[in-house]
């Protein structure tokens, strides 16, 4: 847990309103953001989440920061199931009344799948290495 975890999203709303072009951003690189399981895997997006977009002069800025939050820094398992996980709640965070940001959801959306890929491309060829098979 944070320390951020006990502050209401209301204080911190608050807080970024006093200079929001940068506090917006910051708050978005440090405030809880999502609920995750054990094993650090995301579940579902907590309500400051939209509140930090909605209320950002620059909304593009707060969102670039939140996309950042979703690679995996560690935990525990398969990486491309984390990122799949990332995948998933990324697609749950209702952009509708935000236009702006239709293109970069896009392509961090992309992006992430992209990182899917690649982890099981890796996961496959260290699961062949380990089991000393070649073939396809």
Sequence with gaps: TSPMDVVPDST?????DRKPETR????AAIAPLFDENSDQNP????????????RAPDKEAVFKE???RLYPSGG?????SQYEARVKLLEKLDLSDMPTL????????AALKAQVETERRRETEQDRSR???FEE
Excluded: H, M, N, Q
């Design 131 to 133: 089991s000393g098979r």
């Design 43 to 54: 579940k579902e997006w907590k309500a400051l989440t939209r509140t930090l977009l909605l």
């Design 102 to 109: 239709a293109d970069v959801f896009e392509k961090a959306k």
């Design 12 to 16: 911190i709303a608050e807080w970024c």
């Design 76 to 80: 525990v398992g398969s990486r491309s």
């Design 66 to 68: 939140i996309v950042s």
């Design 24 to 27: 917006y951003p910051f708050a």
